[in-house]
């Protein structure tokens, strides 16, 4: 009779890889919902949106004329910045997740993709246009 038994060093392996992946699948799973939220879905406004709502408000008002009109460029800039950068690292979560946890994965070519994965950061052009401007653009 054969012993179909796997070996208790490989059940240890397979338990730990499993635990790895939900670790990253978990993560993963919360830098999404962090994303859905700046962005927004079908279900919710996202904060840009109300970021954008909020500061057509302000510049609305009298007193916003004293308001600098980079400081608004530069609020929207972060935004937009901060969702990028969360959106990559949920790629490169995610291609992690599949180099050290799938048995039949492509580990050269992930490895290559990992060393190689980088934030792309883009210089920012000389606006001249005012808050307003850039609201009603839809820049913010």
Known sequence: MEDNRVPESQVKINDDTEMLNQGF????HYLHL?????E???YTIGLKKQIADTLNHIDSLPESKNINP???D???????????IMTKLSEFISTINIR???PNANKKVLDRML????I??????????????LIKDGVI
């Open 40 to 42: 927004g879905d079908d």
């Open 70 to 72: 980079n400081h608004f």
């Open 74 to 84: 530069k609020l929207n800039l972060y935004c937009q910045y901060s969702c990028k």
């Open 25 to 28: 699948q978990g993560l993963q």
């Open 100 to 102: 050290y946890t799938s």
């Open 120 to 133: 792309e950061k883009k210089e920012k052009k000389e606006d001249t246009r005012n808050g307003a401007e």
């Open 115 to 118: 060393d190689e994965f980088t």
């Open 34 to 38: 962090f994303v859905n939220r700046i």
